[in-house]
Nanobody
């Protein structure tokens, strides 16, 4: 089993930046890729970004050029979010892929003036 804990959410004005972190514990040797998804009020959860163990990254079109996913080591991932828009307001969830798919509890990001 893998446990994931996110941190770093909060309130930011449009155009601002936030950085999210995700710490994994448990059987982290089974993790291949890590990533982020988000869910806005009244909407389905949508994929945001993924990073593989080799460092290959992929982004949703809606965040490409503004968000950067990184992975410090086998059990830490981060999401740097720049030029934030009100449409980025959502609960952001970290996930890990390996023998299964594990999710964190989520962290709220609110973009508002």
């Amino acid at each position: 089993q893998v446990q994931l804990v996110e941190s770093g959410g909060g309130l930011v004005q449009p155009g601002g930046s936030l950085s999210l972190s995700c710490a994994a514990s448990g059987v982290i040797s089974t993790i291949n890729a890590m990533g982020w998804s988000r869910q806005a009020p009244g909407k389905q959860r949508e994929w945001v970004a993924t990073i593989s163990t080799s460092g290959t990254t992929n982004y949703a079109d809606s965040v490409k050029g503004r968000f950067t996913i990184s992975r410090a080591n086998a059990n830490m991932a981060a999401l740097q979010m720049n030029s934030l828009k009100p449409d980025d307001t959502a609960v952001y969830y970290c996930y890990a892929l390996g023998r299964g798919k594990w999710w964190g509890q989520g962290t709220q990001v609110t973009v508002s003036s």
